[in-house]
Each structure stands twice: as C-alpha cells, then as structure tokens.
C-alpha cells in the first residue's frame, strides 16, 4: 500500500508542481548561469548510498566547505536559494527518489554519510526504512537554518541540540508507522507552511495519543530554547550507575 501511494502521489506531484518547478529551474539558473540541481549522496534503507535530487540554494561548490548543516545566515545560500528555502520547495525534487523507489513520501530524513557515521547502535535503526521527505522532525524542525543561525560551528550545534531528537521522533515513527499516520504528517507538512503553530499541534496531539514520553512532548511544543542532550542509545556512567538516555 506504501509503495503505490508513493508512486501514484511523486507522478501527480511532479507533474502538478512541473510549472513551478520549471519556474524556480530557470531562475536559479538565470542567478548564475550554473547547473540548477543540486545532486548528493545520502544513505538510505539498509545503509545504502543513493543520490538524493535537490534545487540548488547554494553557490556551486558551497559543499566542498565540509560544513554540512546549513544555517539561516550561511553565506553560502544564494538570493533566489533564501527564498526557495523559506518555502521547502527546494524538497520537491525529492518526488523523482520517491518515484524511484528511493525514498518514500513520509520517513525519516536522509543524512550524509559523515551524519551516519556518528549513529549509536540505536539510531541505526532508522535505517531499517526508506528515509522520507517529511515526518514528525520535518515539521517540528522546520525552522533548522533559523535554530542554527550565528554559530561558529553549526554542524557540531545540529549535533548537540536537534539530533538528538530528530532521531527519537524518526525511531517513533517506524515503531507506529501505518497508512494513516502517513496521511496526517503529510497534512501537517502542508498546513505547516500556513501556520506553523497549528501544525505543531497537531504533531503534539499525534505524540500525545502514542503515550510519547513528556520529555519529548515538550521538545515537539517548541515553546523553551533547545539544550543539550544525548542521542538515544546513549549510556552515560554516575555516581547513581548507568543511565541510558533512551526517552
């Protein structure tokens, strides 16, 4: 059932957004007369590399830099790339991986492989599915080059403050994935570019219902800055014995 949602959902998607894609083509192009797509390497199910397609936002070479996050405020974003991803619509492309069988409309995102590596034996696991162009972190995170913006070191923030529950919202996802759930994060992912403080309570509402962790219900609210914490899967050793940051 996923997998022909998939495709009948990326060949309508393309053909209905093929307008606007063409449009935002021709303009990237226009900016600097270079390639408009922006082709990399991301690790899928099973750990399998593909090439995940993209709009270009960013001037040619902008990856070369190793930096991998992307802030608000990266020098590297063009003109045209701020708008593209004020909006998400440098994500459209990602339709073509769904038609490929690359990836699905809803799972967690793909990261690089630098990204990956760093995984705990727990968020491996993220893995055991395609990886998606939206779910419950694309919405509650939608605002990643805003959280980032004005640090010296944005990969090593992403790190510390977003994936830790990027990770835990994907792990939930593939623990209470069905047909339904998919229909209601697409939704959400819609009504977020309209009004982001009802899609984020819908995502609470969702997480709420699955009995998530109040931890973690805090974090999806968006109400308090983000702090530190471990991934999951982490275990930390003190003076009360070891603890596993799971939750």
Known sequence: MKRLFDTISSVLGLMVLS???????????????????????????G???????????MLINADRSGINSTSADDKRITKVGHFI?????????????????????????????????????????????KPGITDFSSIVFSDEGDILAGSDNPDLLYTQIIRPWKSRLGLL????????????????????????KHALKGIYKILKSM?????????????????????????????????????
């Open 173 to 196: 996802y593939i623990e209470k994935q069905n047909f339904l759930l998919d229909l209601k994060i697409i939704l959400l992912t819609i009504t977020n570019i309209i009004s982001r």
């Open 211 to 247: 009995g998530t962790s109040e931890l973690i219900l805090e974090v999806v609210q968006r109400k308090n800055p983000l702090e530190p914490y471990p991934p999951p899967g982490v275990k930390i050793l003190s003076n009360v014995g070891e603890i596993e940051f799971n939750n």
């Open 85 to 129: 991803r004020r909006f998400k619509l440098d994500e459209f492309l990602q339709l073509w991986n769904v038609l490929c069988g690359q990836m699905s409309l809803v799972g967690p995102r793909p990261q690089v492989t630098t990204e990956v590596a760093l995984y705990t034996a727990e968020e491996y696991r993220l893995l055991d599915i």
């Open 19 to 45: 307008p606007v894609l063409l449009t935002l083509i021709m303009l990237i192009w226009l900016q600097d007369f270079h390639v408009p797509l922006y082709v990399a390497p991301r690790v899928g199910r």
């Open 47 to 57: 750990g399998k590399v593909f090439q995940m397609v993209k709009l270009r936002t």
